[in-house]
Each structure stands twice: as C-alpha cells, then as structure tokens.
C-alpha cells in the first residue's frame, strides 16, 4: 500500500516524543486502507488486515481465531486522530460481518501515549496485553534452588508447566484453553527443546517448581520485530511458570535473575515479553524485575462488540 509520507513522518516524530526506545515508524504492510477526516480537514490513515489461525495454530492459545488488527496512522493528531479513525474502522466491520463468536478487534499502541487512551477506552478496547522491555545490567543468582537446562528428556515436566501457566492465565488476560491445548503445547515445546532453544528449569529437593522459556530474536530492518523493538539481539522471555504452592517465596526470581545472565552472555542488548496488566501475578512480578511496559496492545472480543 501507498501512504502519506508525512503521516509516517509526523507518527516518527510523535513517537520519539513519548518514548525515546520506541523504533523508527515505517509504512504498514499491504492491508484494507482506512482512511478518515477531522473536523480541521487534516486526514489520517490506517491498514487493516484479518488473519485466521488455523486449528492445529499455537496462536490460537493466546488469540481468538479470527483476528482484525489496525495499524494506525495519525501523524501528529494525537486522540482525535484516533477516534477518528476507530469510528471509520466501526463502519468498516459493519459491511466485513466478522465472526461473532471467537474473533477479536486488535490494536497496538505506544504503552506512554496516555492522550490517546481514552479515546481507545471509549470504542471498547481494553489494555489486555503489554509488551514490556528490561535493560538493566543481569542481577546476581541468590537463592535456594537448583537451576539448570531443559532438554527434550524433561518435556513432560516443561508441558506441565507451561499448561499450569496457560490455565492461570486463561483466566485473567488473553489467553485461551481450548480443548486440544496439551496437544499444542506440547508440539511446541517438543520442537522447542529439539532445537536446544534457551529454557531452565527450578528445582527444590529434586522436584521442577518453576519453569523459564526463552528465545534470542533479532530486530534488524524489514524484520517484523524491527516493528517493536531497536536494533540488536534480544532476549525473549515466552514463558515463565511457577507452580502454586512454590509462589511467593523468592524462586521466580531467582529463575529469572540466572535467565537474565544467560541470555546476556549470548549477547543481547535486553530482554522483552508479553504480560497482561489484569493478571495480579505478572502485572507485580515484572516491573519487580526491571521491566516496564513499551507497547499496549488493545482488544476487543468478538470483534463486532467494537463501538
């Protein structure tokens, strides 16, 4: 798709304002164009695209099956950029008919743009999920229990694991339990494993209490994560699980404090995740560790309940 380039330019600029980490702005990728005016005249732009997750799809574990996302772009107009082009993308879902059941309205957004926040609250959107980043220095290891790789011979451990942190989660943000999660998860995290992907395990007098799942990923330009993050080497926390009844005495963070100094030492500039800020466990446990929200990404669900 063709767009302004002083929407892109402008957008730049805004961005930079609010958060210095943010990545340069680029045009959206090929999509529905939206566009809408403000009462000024000034006009403002959007792409739309619709993605279905298929039933064998990871991401239907943390995503409704039928996905409308927006990227907008309001070049400097702040809020009524926004809610301007959120009362086009209204009229728009009018004539698309999505699914009324498991769909969902996404949206992406700079987490320090507060101006823009009402006018997503006031088209339904809710903050469900935040993709927050750390770059502090890797804390020293402290703690009592035994900490070590995964491997493929530990995957009936990591799969349980990781299932107490997806059924916990189901609960208080976006992700979903479909009946044939353990099969997904465990495809996954089989391929994980198998491929040696960073992932340790927290041990207490022999038993596996806690669970860290990582990933290195690079943001380099036209890459997807060029999108959300500066250039470098990232460290990606997927997946931080703690059993119950070892909640609260100091294990998570002792797994992470050695997962930071891992993933440091593979060369990283910082680590980055998803959390939900209505989960009352995550939404204390992060910033605890150092990290701090960079983009929100709003939703909807189903789709048509956006106003």
């Known amino acids: 798709m063709t767009v302004g380039r002083g929407l892109v330019e402008a957008q730049g600029v805004r961005f930079a304002s609010i958060d210095p980490l943010l990545p340069p702005v680029v045009a959206p990728a090929d999509g529905d164009v939206l566009t809408a005016a403000l009462p000024d005249g000034t006009r403002v732009a959007g792409v739309l695209t619709r993605r279905v997750h298929e039933h064998r799809s990871p991401a239907r574990l943390w995503s409704a099956s039928e996905v409308w996302e927006l990227t907008p772009l309001l070049g400097g107009t702040g809020a009524a950029g926004m809610d301007a082009l959120l009362r086009a993308w209204r009229q728009r879902l009018d ?20 101006e823009s926040t009402r006018a997503l609250l006031d088209h339904g959107l809710v903050p469900l999920t935040v993709i927050a980043v750390r770059q502090a220095p890797p804390p020293p290891v402290t703690g009592g229990a035994t900490i070590r790789r995964a491997t493929p011979a530990d995957l009936d451990t990591v799969v349980a694991l990781a299932l107490a942190e997806l059924r916990y989660s189901s609960m208080v943000g976006s992700t ?3 009946p044939d999660a353990v099969g997904l998860k465990r495809r996954a995290l089989a391929e994980r494993l198998a491929a ?27 890459n997807l994560t060029s999108t959300r993050l500066p250039t470098g ?35 990283t500039v910082g680590t980055y995740l998803y959390y939900n800020p209505p989960n009352p466990l995550s939404s204390v446990f992060w910033p605890r560790q150092g990290y701090r929200p960079l983009w929100t ?9 956006l106003r």
């Open 95 to 114: 004539l698309l008919h999505p699914a009324e059941r498991d769909s969902a309205c996404v949206l992406t957004w700079p987490s320090r743009d507060a």
């Open 176 to 178: 979903v339990h479909r």
């Open 196 to 222: 040696g992907g960073p992932a340790w395990l927290a041990e207490r007098d022999g038993i596996a209490v806690a669970l860290a799942e990582c990933a290195v990923v690079t943001s380099e330009p036209g």
């Open 233 to 267: 080497r990232w460290g990606y926390v997927n997946c931080v699980s703690v059993l119950p009844g070892a909640r609260g005495g100091g294990v998570g963070r002792q797994l992470m404090a050695f997962a930071h100094r891992e993933l440091a030492r593979l060369g």
């Open 297 to 305: 990404m709003w939703e909807v669900r189903p789709a048509g309940a």
